[in-house]
């Protein structure tokens, strides 16, 4: 595989699972280079230990995942932490450090693994927070911060090291209208401006349906769909359906594992 | 992480004070050590009674501390306590026929050796014998001497 | 039976294991302090300012009042034997070697350590370790090491100034309030310490330092990453470090005795 192959992340037979219940089995996955590739899926899923595995904090049982044509197993410790800096990862509740105003947050890369300047440092920092359209709030604290703007600070401190991928864990989640908006238009504007490949976790169809170029459908620890978003929405298939539709009934039971109704009140009652 | 100006000079005020009180602490509570930079010469004497002698008790010539008692110890030869004591250096034209008291600090305070110098025209050395003592002062004999005294002189 | 037989095999096994992982844990903090002392001082510092500077407060308070107690008992009790003149001494004999390493020892688990649980264990639950990982800074050496080198740095000076204000708590208490001679006071106090007494004070002060420094970061950076979890940390700290100095401090003091 060479290296400027137009799929960027490889996942092969991925097998994981944690203690004895198990995750993923038998997943594959490719995201091509330069597009935005959604991850969707229900609720506990395993999304977000997928991107742990993708980012090698965790490890699989079996299978094997390759970045750039590299199998990411076979990286030493210092080759896996110059793989780290390629990747820029939004989390689900922007993850600032609450003791650091905006605009160190979003400086930590740069002061941790660069040698620049504080000049040059103060020039990409503001560089970046005016493209998130948040240069006035540098001197604010985390704390000061609403969802909305806490989420796109940590987009930029997830752009401040002009990675190859930018990963967004949930980034529409619990966000008014506005907000969401917002990121949305980001998420489409830095992937297209900065020539990047974006993986976006979400469960909100509607919105990811807008931006993405690609998206699998996870279920059970397969991949259960993939395609262009207007492809999975009339898939033909039961759990396709039910996500994409927002069906409360379905391969995804309703009733959570319960004893038989009658019984149960009846048998109470003639205590 | 910035570093702002309030965190270090609170740091350095913080470490001045602790390493200002381990100073005070080292120096100000112990006593011993002043002795154990100092050159000293030992000397060894018996006493048939020690009292409450400890070790590092000061030994004094006319009220000024001269040295120190390193060691209190039975005699099993001799049958009586043996005293190691060291004397500064500088005070190396002590008689060797000089008295080694045991003496208490006031009323009730601690007790030390007091030295009262002899005539002869040789000197104290390392390893030399004080073989002039005088025992400590026991209570319960001084009553006893007490009462036979004014037993027999108050008929 | 055998259930009770198997459920004290598996405590005994998980204690064991824990211990071990608490061991390992401990080296890997000093594998990596050299490095973060020479390259990222300033983090030390600020950490020795967050676990010292800001702890004087509690710990002069109380060290001056667990003097001046001191100084009272003592004095009551000795009177009894005629002897108030040593007051000095047995206060400083006792802060030196015991009081003053112990009490600062709790008093510091109770403020700085659950301080540091409690602050490792927020940024765990909020996934600011994660979000330094991904972001290729290893949590262990940014915020573990300094959190841990500031508290073993601030221990010692921290008993010290302890012991130090609680003998100026005692000196007020029994030469200037309840009159024992001044003179006496010191004088008694200096015949009757000697170095070692406080180079035993200092070793259990560094000894305390290390180990209610590590349980405070090992708690936080392995508690549960819930509200719950967090509190949990923060309250094992304390009560696990009391019991470890307290051993400790015996154990010490035997060896040293």
Same mark, same amino acid.
């Given at each position: 595989?060479?290296?400027?192959?137009?799929?960027?992340?490889?996942?092969?037979?991925?097998?994981?699972?944690?203690?004895?219940?198990?995750?993923?089995?038998?997943?594959?996955?490719?995201?091509?280079?330069?597009?935005?590739?959604?991850?969707?899926?229900?609720? &506990?899923? &395993?999304?977000?230990?997928?991107?742990?595995?993708?980012?090698?904090?965790?490890?699989?049982?079996?299978?094997?995942?390759?970045?750039?044509?590299?199998?990411?197993?076979?990286?030493?410790?210092?080759?896996?932490?110059?793989?780290?800096?390629?990747?820029?990862?939004?989390?689900?509740?922007?993850?600032?450090?609450?003791?650091?105003?905006?605009?160190?947050?979003?400086?930590?890369?740069?002061?941790?693994?660069?040698?620049?300047?504080?000049?040059?440092?103060?020039?990409?920092?503001?560089?970046?927070?005016?493209?998130?359209?948040?240069?006035?709030?540098?001197?604010?604290?985390?704390?000061?911060?609403?969802?909305?703007?806490?989420?796109?600070?940590?987009?930029?401190?997830?752009?401040?090291?002009?990675?190859?991928?930018?990963?967004?864990?949930?980034?529409?989640?619990?966000?008014?209208?506005?907000?969401?908006?917002?990121?949305?238009?980001?998420?489409?504007?830095?992937?297209?401006?900065?020539?990047?490949?974006?993986?976006?976790?979400?469960?909100?169809?509607?919105?990811?349906?807008?931006?993405?170029?690609?998206?699998?459908?996870?279920?059970?620890?397969?991949?259960?769909?993939?395609?262009?978003?207007?492809?999975?929405?009339?898939?033909?298939?039961?759990?396709?359906?039910?996500?994409?539709?927002?069906?409360?009934?379905?391969?995804?039971?309703?009733?959570?594992?319960?004893?038989?109704?009658?019984?149960?009140?009846?048998?109470?009652?003639?205590? | 992480?910035?570093?702002?100006?309030?965190?270090?000079?609170?740091?350095?005020?913080?470490?001045?004070?602790?390493?200002?009180?381990?100073?005070?602490?080292?120096?100000?509570?112990?006593?011993?050590?002043?002795?154990?930079?100092?050159?000293?010469?030992?000397?060894?004497?018996?006493?048939?009674?020690?009292?409450?002698?400890?070790?590092?008790?000061?030994?004094?010539?006319?009220?000024?501390?001269?040295?120190?008692?390193?060691?209190?110890?039975?005699?099993?030869?001799?049958?009586?306590?043996?005293?190691?004591?060291?004397?500064?250096?500088?005070?190396?034209?002590?008689?060797?026929?000089?008295?080694?008291?045991?003496?208490?600090?006031?009323?009730?305070?601690?007790?030390?050796?007091?030295?009262?110098?002899?005539?002869?025209?040789?000197?104290?050395?390392?390893?030399?014998?004080?073989?002039?003592?005088?025992?400590?002062?026991?209570?319960?004999?001084?009553?006893?001497?007490?009462?036979?005294?004014?037993?027999?002189?108050?008929? | 039976?055998?259930?009770?037989?198997?459920?004290?095999?598996?405590?005994?096994?998980?204690?064991?294991?824990? @211990?071990?992982?608490?061991?390992?844990?401990?080296?890997?903090?000093?594998?990596?302090?050299?490095?973060?002392?020479?390259?990222?001082?300033?983090?030390?510092?600020?950490?020795?300012?967050?676990?010292?500077?800001?702890?004087?407060?509690?710990?002069?308070?109380?060290?001056?009042?667990?003097?001046?107690?001191?100084?009272?008992?003592?004095?009551?009790?000795?009177?009894?034997?005629?002897?108030?003149?040593?007051?000095?001494?047995?206060?400083?004999?006792?802060?030196?070697?015991?009081?003053?390493?112990?009490?600062?020892?709790?008093?510091?688990?109770?403020?700085?350590?659950?301080?540091?649980?409690?602050?490792?264990?927020?940024?765990?639950?909020?996934?600011?370790?994660?979000?330094?990982?991904?972001?290729?800074?290893?949590?262990?050496?940014?915020?573990?090491?300094?959190?841990?080198?500031?508290?073993?740095?601030?221990?010692?000076?921290?008993?010290?100034?302890?012991?130090?204000?609680?003998? @100026?708590?005692?000196?007020?208490?029994?030469?200037?309030?309840?009159?024992?001679?001044?003179?006496?006071?010191?004088?008694?106090?200096?015949?009757?310490?000697?170095?070692?007494?406080?180079?035993?004070?200092?070793?259990?002060?560094?000894?305390?330092?290390?180990?209610?420094?590590?349980?405070?970061?090992?708690?936080?950076?392995?508690?549960?990453?819930?509200?719950?979890?967090?509190?949990?940390?923060?309250?094992?700290?304390?009560?696990?470090?009391?019991?470890?100095?307290?051993?400790?401090? @015996?154990?010490?003091?035997?060896?040293?005795?």
């Amino acid at each position: 595989m060479d290296g400027t192959s137009e799929n960027l992340i490889e996942i092969i037979d991925l097998k994981y699972s944690r203690g004895s219940r198990v995750i993923f089995e038998d997943l594959n996955l490719t995201i091509k280079r330069g597009e935005i590739t959604a991850l969707m899926g229900p609720s &506990g899923t &395993g999304k977000t230990t997928l991107l742990r595995l993708i980012t090698r904090q965790l490890v699989p049982q079996q299978g094997a995942i390759y970045i750039n044509g590299v199998d990411i197993a076979t990286l030493t410790q210092q080759e896996l932490y110059q793989l780290r800096q390629q990747f820029g990862m939004l989390f689900q509740n922007g993850a600032l450090l609450t003791d650091l105003n905006v605009f160190e947050n979003v400086a930590f890369p740069l002061r941790e693994h660069t040698k620049l300047t504080n000049r040059l440092i103060r020039h990409v920092v503001l560089t970046k927070l005016h493209a998130v359209g948040l240069r006035g709030a540098a001197d604010m604290m985390p704390a000061e911060l609403s969802g909305g703007m806490a989420r796109r600070v940590a987009l930029a401190r997830a752009m401040v090291m002009d990675p190859e991928i930018l990963i967004y864990d949930e980034p529409f989640v619990g966000l008014d209208p506005i907000s969401m908006g917002v990121i949305v238009r980001l998420v489409r504007r830095m992937n297209d401006a900065l020539g990047i490949t974006s993986i976006v976790v979400s469960h909100d169809v509607a919105e990811v349906s807008t931006v993405a170029d690609r998206s699998y459908l996870i279920s059970d620890g397969k991949v259960a769909a993939s395609g262009s978003p207007d492809e999975l929405k009339t898939a033909n298939s039961e759990v396709v359906r039910q996500f994409m539709h927002g069906m409360a009934d379905g391969p995804v039971a309703f009733h959570f594992e319960a004893p038989n109704y009658a019984e149960q009140l009846l048998g109470r009652d003639s205590e | 992480m910035q570093q702002t100006r309030s965190v270090e000079i609170g740091t350095g005020l913080f470490v001045l004070l602790g390493m200002s009180a381990l100073f005070f602490l080292t120096t100000q509570t112990t006593g011993g050590e002043k002795f154990s930079a100092v050159e000293t010469y030992e000397v060894e004497a018996h006493f048939e009674n020690i009292g409450s002698l400890k070790s590092r008790a000061p030994v004094a010539m006319s009220g000024v501390t001269i040295g120190r008692v390193t060691s209190v110890s039975f005699d099993p030869l001799t049958l009586d306590a043996k005293v190691m004591l060291v004397i500064d250096s500088q005070y190396d034209q002590i008689p060797d026929d000089s008295d080694a008291s045991i003496l208490t600090s006031g009323l009730l305070g601690s007790q030390y050796i007091g030295l009262q110098a002899g005539g002869s025209e040789t000197y104290l050395e390392d390893g030399s014998e004080i073989y002039f003592t005088q025992s400590a002062i026991v209570l319960e004999n001084l009553i006893g001497k007490f009462l036979v005294n004014a037993g027999s002189g108050g008929d | 039976m055998r259930a009770l037989i198997r459920d004290t095999y598996d405590t005994v096994h998980e204690f064991v294991r824990t @211990f071990g992982a608490f061991q390992l844990f401990f080296l890997r903090l000093l594998r990596h302090s050299p490095r973060i002392v020479m390259r990222r001082p300033g983090l030390v510092v600020t950490q020795i300012y967050n676990s010292g500077a800001l702890s004087l407060v509690i710990i002069m308070v109380c060290g001056f009042f667990v003097g001046g107690v001191l100084g009272l008992q003592g004095y009551s009790n000795l009177a009894r034997f005629n002897a108030e003149d040593s007051v000095g001494a047995v206060v400083a004999l006792a802060l030196l070697k015991e009081l003053g390493p112990v009490i600062t020892a709790l008093l510091f688990a109770g403020r700085a350590g659950t301080a540091l649980s409690s602050e490792i264990g927020l940024m765990k639950a909020t996934d600011q370790l994660s979000a330094m990982e991904m972001m290729a800074v290893n949590p262990v050496r940014r915020i573990l090491v300094p959190r841990f080198l500031g508290g073993v740095v601030a221990m010692p000076f921290l008993v010290a100034i302890f012991t130090c204000i609680g003998l @100026f708590g005692a000196h007020i208490v029994s030469v200037d309030l309840l009159g024992v001679d001044v003179g006496a006071f010191w004088q008694q106090m200096q015949a009757s310490v000697d170095i070692n007494d406080v180079r035993e004070g200092v070793i259990k002060s560094f000894v305390f330092g290390v180990v209610v420094s590590l349980l405070a970061v090992w708690e936080g950076y392995n508690a549960i990453p819930t509200a719950e979890g967090v509190g949990r940390a923060t309250t094992r700290t304390v009560v696990i470090s009391a019991i470890a100095v307290l051993i400790l401090d @015996f154990m010490i003091t035997a060896v040293m005795l």
